[in-house]
């Protein structure tokens, strides 16, 4: 028995979230609202549409007020407006000539209905705003694709949310998993879908659509979970791409055997920067600004054109840090970077003056 499964165990709860309906997992998953209005404002928006549609055709009936059995005043056009369109129909006001009845077939039968749809059409979506929101999930469980898991959304995480947000990635094509609810819901404020769970469980992993992920990032607070976390995502995602953060260096082996593309060491990542910093702290800021991709410069990835093709990098209009060849870097003193082939890709840096570039690909 593998050293995995062992240790699952112990993080495995007795509710498989994977077997429950689509309707349980409300508390668990958060798609979040384009307009989130409140259901007061949909009831207050819908009663003024009602409101106008009488005031319509009580101007509709009064117009027409020789065509009924009594002599109408405004007043009575509104009161017949009122009891038509609510389907009571005294019966003491009615239609009495060709016109009259016609008007009542083509205008406020018609009306009659699209009163009773705004209305009764009000009370479902109040009263089934759970039902809509299972719905909504469900279609979501079922057309996620190629998006990005953030499990953990401490100061790591959102760095990495915005850097993707900044690069041109939809927030909807973003997932946070994290069990701090506070952090949840600001992830639901930044449009993305959020879901609540531990990152170390199968079944939320499979909750967040980890099977047809495009990539996950781990950004847990400790390394030993991260670790846990990068196992039971291998397991599940053989092809997904892993991008772990780690906090020692003597913890990086074990992200990467644990099935880890790319491991970054944050402490000393931070360590190399507090001591750049006390002897050039320019270098410092402009390590910042590279690794700031909404202003300023930043590095980026773009596609060859076709005029590039069997070129040096190095004389390029861009400067070119390496070339992507087949999924492998080669920095641009290596002998592999000399020329330019068709299909390669430039690593190179990119000015954003505090707006996204328009990619050249």
Not at 37 to 51: C, E, K, N, T, V
Not at 182 to 196: F, P, W, Y
Not at 327 to 351: F, K, M, N, Q, W
């Amino acid at each position: 028995m593998s050293a995995f499964n062992r240790l699952r165990p112990r993080f495995r709860g007795d509710l498989e979230l994977t077997e429950l309906p689509d309707h349980a997992l409300l508390g668990v998953i958060n798609i979040p609202e384009q307009l989130a209005a409140s259901p007061w404002g949909l009831i207050f928006r819908r009663f003024l549409w009602a409101a106008a549609l009488m005031v319509l055709v009580s101007v509709v009936v009064y117009l027409d007020k020789d065509g009924y059995s009594e002599d109408l005043t405004f007043l009575d056009a509104v009161y017949y407006s009122a009891v038509s369109l609510s389907t009571t129909g005294y019966g003491d006001i009615a239609p009495v000539t060709q016109g009259a009845r016609f008007v009542n077939i083509v205008i406020i039968t018609p009306a009659r209905i699209a009163f009773l749809m705004l209305l009764v059409g009000t009370t479902l979506a109040v009263l089934t705003e759970d039902s809509r929101k299972t719905l909504q999930i469900q279609r979501w469980r079922k057309t996620v694709r190629n998006h990005t898991i953030i499990i953990g959304y401490g100061t790591k995480g959102r760095s990495a949310v915005d850097a993707l947000v900044a690069d041109g990635v939809n927030p909807g094509q973003i997932v946070v998993v994290d069990t701090n609810k506070e952090g949840l819901r600001r992830a639901e404020t930044e449009g993305l879908v959020t879901v609540h769970g531990n990152g170390t469980k199968s079944d939320v992993l499979k909750i967040a659509g980890v099977t047809r992920a495009r990539s996950v990032v781990v950004a847990t607070s400790s390394d030993d979970t991260a670790v846990l976390v990068t196992l039971s995502v291998r397991e599940l995602a053989p092809s997904v791409m892993i991008v772990a953060s780690v906090r020692e260096s003597e913890n990086q082996h074990l992200l990467k055997q644990s099935g880890a593309d790319s491991v970054v060491i944050s402490s000393e990542t931070a360590g190399r920067l507090l001591g750049l910093a006390t002897v050039t702290p320019t270098v410092v800021e402009m390590m910042e600004d590279l690794l700031s991709p909404d202003e300023g410069f930043a590095v980026a990835e773009r596609a060859i054109a076709d005029d590039e093709v069997g070129a040096n990098p190095r004389h390029l209009a861009d400067i070119v840090l390496g070339v992507v060849r087949s999924g492998e870097l080669y920095r641009i003193d290596s002998p592999e970077a000399e020329t330019v082939e068709p299909g390669d890709r430039l690593l190179y840096i990119r000015y954003s003056p505090g707006a996204t570039e328009v990619p050249r690909d």
